[in-house]
């Protein structure tokens, strides 16, 4: 096998071509079995096979630089890069994480998870070089849905200006996670349909250098255009068109399934039940309430920015939606921007991301939708310790960023019918810009009365009254706080239960109550500690006499962490949760 014989990019250099072609199959071979076994972002991989070989024939890593964008693209460039064993070998398949590091190799640069920066960074690669009077060349790999992203048109227009020795790859497979939305992408259909030779090209208009590769997928034709602008002393475009899930024919015939793929049976291209999504989930809940909620009032609208299945909307329920669902691509700014202009018209509109990915919206949710006070509804999903496992996707952040900000009202139900009600109450009210937690620790029903209106903000609620101890449980840890309320009842303390419901304020009439019987406080959250909300709990009882706990998550987050431990390492279970109160007791 020529794959397990590649150390360093040094190695591919020597390959005759009928050797880098069985290179790359042996490569698609490798990137479906590992990913059969361990699920990954298969689709994108496999389309970047012959571009990532080409790059490491042509150029020299680590001296001149390359820069993925999104780094889930980079799997074929670990294996070129003396990290095959973690694909070749079972006993190594954990031995990387799905994007680049530098703590794995020094032909990686930025620990990348997000999207649309490569340009932007490749500048300031560029920059740099040109300072220094060193010669390397520098290389931004885009696609698979990055360049709709704003900053990737902010590091285009700079790039254009700057003139000076950068390669960008242009990775055209038609596909983000989804399809693609917007006007860029019919333009660079236009591009395909006419070769690279229709009269408008907005890379040509830039003042770039532009070429035009009809199949990426040819390792021949990429090493050929690579030598071509090889030491260029300009900003060049290569725009190449590939094909997402090349040599997997279940990839190529349903690529947003396979952009990111649970572990599968290779022969039938059947994901295995076990490790796959539970019929009863929180997206699916949500798609269906929405869609019966369009169906009832033409004003509702459900905005995404290119994570539709994040609440369920596949490509059937898209359909049925119809004008009142909109994928906006990977534009969560705009997408955040649009939604409060369409509340502030009257609207009533829903926007859902993942918790990783609306903070690149940070500044839209404060200056334009919070200030405004327009009554948008964000949707938050991934938002815990038991979603994405990794230090650039984590869920743990988005109660620290979006507890704080003015007029904001988010919301942490802890059960199904709570999350509903939730959502039904933001949709219809006309007050205050909501956000909502979803619960990621399964799908819980209520055996209490579930409130419907949700407007006495920051009213917490009393579940279980008791005395000494006072046990806040956020959203999806309730339940966990349920377990530690039993936990102390065998050792004789009846504590008192609180779902808080609301994230971004203090109810004061409660908590003052606490005083008059409790001697400890704790709040239990799925969510970093610094600056989430049992720091505001705390912070309230700071010249009290009353001891606060609070148990959550410290910001050592790692790279890539398995949930369970995460959790055990930070004592978050009942066991655990239950003698540290008794301990402050």
């Given at each position: 096998m020529i794959l397990e014989k590649i150390q360093s990019p040094d190695d591919v250099k020597v390959l005759s071509n009928s050797e880098l072609h069985i290179l790359a199959q042996e490569m698609r071979t490798t990137l479906i079995e590992k990913t059969s076994i361990c699920g990954g972002h298969l689709g994108s991989n496999l389309g970047l096979v012959e571009i990532t070989i080409a790059l490491h024939y042509v150029f020299n890593s680590p001296f001149d630089k390359m820069v993925f964008d999104v780094s889930h693209q980079t799997y074929c460039h670990k294996m070129l890069t003396g990290r095959q064993l973690a694909f070749t070998d079972k006993e190594h398949y954990d031995d990387v994480i799905g994007f680049s590091n530098p703590e794995e190799s020094k032909h990686d640069w930025f620990n990348m998870g997000h999207t649309s920066t490569s340009i932007s960074l490749a500048c300031g690669f560029a920059k740099a070089r040109d300072l220094i009077g060193s010669s390397e060349n520098v290389i931004a790999v885009i696609g698979d849905g990055s360049l709709g992203g704003g900053q990737a048109f902010e590091g285009l227009n700079y790039a254009a200006e700057q003139n000076s020795g950068l390669i960008i790859i242009v990775n055209d497979n038609d596909m983000s996670i989804a399809e693609n939305h917007g006007g860029l992408y019919t333009h660079l259909k236009s591009l395909r349909d006419s070769k690279g030779k229709a009269e408008n090209n907005i890379f040509i208009a830039l003042g770039m250098d532009y070429y035009y590769i009809e199949d990426g997928n040819n390792l021949y034709f990429m090493i050929d255009i690579l030598k071509k602008v090889k030491g260029t002393k300009k900003t060049v475009v290569i725009h190449v068109w590939t094909k997402k899930g090349k040599g997997y024919t279940p990839a190529e015939e349903n690529k947003e399934d396979w952009h990111w793929s649970r572990p599968f049976n290779i022969e039938t291209g059947v994901f295995k039940g076990s490790d796959g999504i539970p019929i009863e989930n929180y997206g699916a809940i949500a798609c269906s309430y929405l869609i019966d909620k369009m169906k009832q009032d033409p004003k509702v609208v459900v905005v995404t920015a290119a994570t539709p299945i994040c609440i369920g909307f596949n490509e059937?329920?898209?359909?049925?939606?119809?004008?009142?669902?909109?994928?906006?691509?990977?534009?969560?700014?705009?997408?955040?921007?649009?939604?409060?202009?369409?509340?502030?018209?009257?609207?009533?509109?829903?926007?859902?991301?993942?918790?990783?990915?609306?903070?690149?919206?940070?500044?839209?949710?404060?200056?334009?939708?919070?200030?405004?006070?327009?009554?948008?509804?964000?949707?938050?999903?991934?938002?815990?310790?038991?979603?994405?496992?990794?230090?650039?996707?984590?869920?743990?952040?988005?109660?620290?960023?979006?507890?704080?900000?003015?007029?904001?009202?988010?919301?942490?139900?802890?059960?199904?019918?709570?999350?509903?009600?939730?959502?039904?109450?933001?949709?219809?009210?006309?007050?205050?810009?909501?956000?909502?937690?979803?619960?990621?620790?399964?799908?819980?029903?209520?055996?209490r009365e579930v409130s419907t209106n949700f407007s006495d903000i920051n009213h917490y609620e009393v579940v279980r009254d008791g005395s000494k101890v006072a046990i806040l449980a956020l959203g999806g840890f309730y339940q966990l706080g349920e377990a530690v309320a039993e936990k102390l009842k065998e050792s004789g303390v009846n504590a008192t239960l609180i779902n808080p419901r609301y994230i971004t304020g203090v109810d004061k009439n409660t908590l003052e109550s606490l005083e008059r019987n409790h001697s400890v406080v704790a709040t239990i959250e799925d969510g970093v500690l610094i600056g989430g909300f049992g720091a505001k709990i705390a912070q309230f009882f700071a010249n009290k006499d009353v001891k606060v706990k609070n148990f959550g998550f410290s910001q050592g987050i790692p790279i890539c962490f398995d949930s369970k431990e995460m959790i055990e390492t930070n004592r978050l279970t009942s066991e655990e949760i239950s003698a540290d109160i008794i301990e402050l007791l």
């Open positions: 059937k329920n898209r359909i049925v939606a119809g004008k009142q669902f909109v994928d906006v691509g990977i534009m969560e700014q705009h997408a955040v921007s649009m939604v409060t202009a369409i509340a502030r018209a009257g609207g009533k509109p829903v926007f859902a991301t993942n918790s990783t990915f609306i903070q690149r919206a940070y500044d839209q949710i404060e200056h334009e939708l919070c200030i405004t006070k327009c009554p948008a509804t964000l949707i938050v999903t991934h938002a815990s310790v038991s979603a994405h496992n990794n230090i650039t996707h984590s869920g743990l952040l988005d109660i620290a960023m979006l507890s704080n900000i003015p007029n904001l009202v988010y919301l942490a139900p802890t059960n199904k019918q709570e999350y509903l009600n939730m959502l039904d109450w933001s949709i219809e009210q006309n007050q205050y810009p909501v956000a909502i937690r979803v619960p990621w620790n399964g799908v819980y029903y209520s055996n």
